[in-house]
């Protein structure tokens, strides 16, 4: 599957934004899906997942209660919604995709995901 990710841009802090990641190839249905961020100077970091159903999801706790993942499997898309935004959202965000998962699984190991998506950047000024 490819992936690819949009809607990253300026925000001020207490701002939102929505983040898109469009899939190509493979059935979509059948990939969990990841969002990931790597902001500058520091290793890249689970944002949140979706079980290939949608049902499951989960967050770091650092975005709990601000940020939602969701998804459209008919659309073969995944969302990242970004609410109450902070300086220290400020990151590279990646989509990225885990084939075969058990439908309700999500799961925060980078090392499992299979395809990346390009990224795109979210800045977040005070």
């Known amino acids: 599957v490819q992936l690819q990710a949009s809607g990253g841009g300026l925000v001020q802090a207490g701002g939102s934004l929505r983040l898109s990641c469009a899939a190509t190839?493979?059935?979509?249905?059948?990939?969990?899906m990841g969002w990931f961020r790597q902001a500058p100077g520091k290793e890249r970091e689970f944002v949140a997942a979706?079980?290939?159903?949608?049902?499951?999801?989960t967050y770091a706790d650092s975005v709990k209660g601000r940020f939602t993942i969701s998804r459209d499997n008919a659309e073969k898309t995944v969302y990242l919604q970004m609410n109450s935004l902070k300086p220290e959202d400020t990151a590279v965000y990646y989509c990225?995709?885990?084939?075969?998962?058990?439908?309700?699984?999500?799961?925060?190991?980078?090392?499992?995901?299979?395809?990346w998506g390009q990224g795109t950047l979210v800045t977040v000024s005070s």
């Open positions: 190839g493979r059935a979509f249905s059948n990939y969990a």
């Open positions: 990225a995709a885990d084939f075969g998962r058990p439908t309700y699984i999500a799961t925060s190991d980078q090392s499992l995901y299979d395809s």
């Open positions: 979706i079980s290939r159903s949608g049902i499951i999801t």
